[in-house]
């Protein structure tokens, strides 16, 4: 079985502009979470989808949004991006709702804003 | 504001001794904690520990869960090299009625040396 799969892996944008990451979870898998990573912070929940429904959002402003389509791919949009975007997001999966079952991580997507 | 913290941030052992890693959470209506392995890569999952499964063991790691005392220990004995990681921590919470967040502690580093 196919694991979860993020593209694109490694992104450089500027200030100002706006980018999407797409994760496609495990075949059968109807939850994605989406998590940021940097040094200082560490792992911070971004949101989850299920049945294409947010179900849960982290604090992160606005400019942060995503989505989920029929199939359980998930889309993450950031716009008007900031040089603090910079970070490891990493999109996870799992069957049901994430911390009831195990949840599976993709490798990420690094996205460096300059 | 719910947090889980993990203790000590960064540790340094020779090959074969023991190590325990603590983490301690404070989050509404506690479901779960999940312990997570993070090499250059996405994070691994170890175990999930809730109030009907409080310890958990496999090969040389083992986890244990205290709901009194909020907090849990994740122990790897005769420590290989290739437990060199990050070990995340996780507790999953949320009110009543919502499927909740997973609150990351920001790890513990473990280095181990030949």
């Known amino acids: 079985k196919a694991g979860v799969t993020q593209t694109p892996r490694y992104l450089i944008k500027t200030r100002g502009q706006q980018v999407t990451l797409s994760c496609s979870p495990i075949?059968?898998?109807?939850?994605v979470s989406w998590y940021q990573q940097t040094p200082g912070q560490g792992l911070q929940f971004l949101f989850e989808?299920?049945?294409?429904?947010?179900?849960n959002k982290g604090n992160f402003p606005g400019r942060f949004s995503g989505r989920q389509f029929s199939n359980s791919r998930s889309e993450m949009n950031v716009s008007t991006l900031e040089l603090g975007d910079s970070a490891l997001y990493l999109c996870?999966?799992?069957?049901?709702?994430?911390?009831?079952?195990?949840?599976?991580f993709g490798p990420g997507t690094r996205l460096l804003v300059l | 504001e719910d947090k889980v913290v993990q203790s000590p941030l960064s540790l340094v052992v020779h090959e074969g001794d023991t190590v325990t890693l603590n983490c301690s959470y404070e989050?509404?209506?506690?479901?779960?904690l999940l312990w997570y392995k993070q090499e250059k890569k996405a994070p691994t999952f170890l175990f999930m520990l809730?109030?009907?499964?409080i310890e958990k063991k496999s090969g040389r790691l083992s986890s244990i869960l205290d709901k009194k005392e909020l907090s849990s220990i994740l122990n790897i004995t005769a420590t290989q090299t290739g437990d060199s990681a990050i070990y995340l921590c996780?507790?999953?919470?949320?009110?009543?009625?919502?499927?909740?967040?997973?609150?990351f502690g920001k790890g513990t580093k473990l280095s181990v040396k030949p």
């Open positions: 075949s059968g898998h109807r939850s």
């Open positions: 989050v509404t209506n506690f479901r779960s």
């Open positions: 989808y299920f049945s294409e429904t947010q179900r």
């Open positions: 809730t109030s009907s499964g």
């Open positions: 996780a507790s999953k919470g949320g009110a009543r009625g919502s499927q909740g967040n997973l609150i």
């Open positions: 996870a999966s799992s069957l049901r709702f994430s911390g009831q079952e195990t949840q599976y």
